[in-house]
């Protein structure tokens, strides 16, 4: 790859202060006696307050959940001491991604858990350069987070961004992979350690309410197709049954997603929690590699 073009990098750069700013704000309603609804909603306002708009649903994963956990219209789930709140936030711009993540430790029983994903985010963002290897970032994240008592979440990883696309090649591994695939100058890459006080592996469990459109194709049912042309307008990024409920009944958006899904047209992202049990931090930057990079979801 070659250096950005500086309008592309203003637009990476803008989209990333959003979604930090986003996150924080989103952040600030984690707290003993708040709901869960009202931190997405709140992260999900200041995005388009700001002029955003959404890469993929705000998500707040608790515990033993590592990620893809979204609240439904009637979610109430208030956080409590102990909670271990993982809370993900990505914004766009013009198609352009900022990505990141925090943990949030209600009522501060969990320091070294939540430190251990934030000091591995920091030791991998350290050697970010054009010429380094994803098996010496996925290194730099075990090191850390095994220095610190806990496994590194094997079977999640960073990811590259690109316009219209979270989820870009290459994959930026948790753990030493041995590749020698280099960083490139211009790549813009999301760099998220999991740390894991269990397995540090993750299962797909039941059914989620994140989805993304994967292909098109006509349907029969007059329902559904009501609902797919709303669907069709998130350009195929994730969206959530939340944000359909605001423009169907509940009762026609299920049963188009249940259609729309055995059709293969879209697909689902079902919460992913730890095989045994162990509960979970995150920590996340988006970044543009230079030789000195560009960390654009750090305020």
Not at 30 to 54: P, Q, R, S, V, Y
Not at 57 to 73: E, F, K, M, V
Not at 192 to 204: K, L, Q, T, V
Not at 257 to 271: A, E, T, V
Request: with cysteine.
């Amino acid at each position: 790859m070659t250096k950005l073009p500086d309008d592309i990098k203003e637009k990476y750069i803008e989209a990333g202060k959003i979604a930090a700013t986003s996150l924080q704000y989103g952040a600030s309603f984690i707290k003993e006696g708040k709901t869960l609804l009202e931190a997405t909603e709140k992260a999900e306002k200041k995005i388009l307050d700001m002029g955003g708009e959404f890469a993929f649903p705000p998500q707040i994963s608790l515990n033993r959940i590592a990620a893809h956990y979204c609240a439904d219209p009637d979610d109430d789930i208030v956080f409590k001491k102990g909670d271990v709140a993982k809370i993900d936030v990505g914004a766009m711009i013009d198609g352009y991604i900022g990505d990141n993540a925090m943990t949030v430790d209600v009522g501060g029983e969990h320091k070294d858990l939540v430190d251990a994903s934030r000091e591995a985010l920091n030791a991998a963002i350290e050697k970010v350069r054009p010429g380094v290897t994803l098996g010496e970032l996925g290194r730099a994240i075990h090191d850390k987070i095994q220095s610190k008592g806990f496994a590194p979440v094997r079977n999640l990883s960073g990811h590259a961004l690109e316009q219209f696309v979270y989820h870009a090649q290459p994959n930026i591994p948790n753990f030493d992979t041995g590749d020698d695939t280099e960083l490139e100058e211009g790549m813009v890459i999301a760099i998220e350690p999991f740390a894991s006080s269990g397995a540090g592996i993750i299962f797909e469990s039941d059914r989620g309410n994140i989805f993304s459109q994967v292909a098109k194709r006509n349907v029969r049912n007059v329902i559904s197709r009501q609902v797919l042309k709303e669907v069709e307008k998130f350009e195929n990024m994730p969206f959530t049954t939340r944000w359909l409920i605001k423009k169907f009944p509940a009762v026609k958006v299920n049963f188009a997603l249940r259609d729309l899904m055995q059709n293969g047209i879209i697909r689902s992202y079902p919460p992913l929690p730890d095989r045994d049990s162990g509960l979970i931090s995150q920590a996340e930057h988006t970044m543009i590699v230079e030789d000195k990079p560009i960390i654009t979801t750090k305020i």
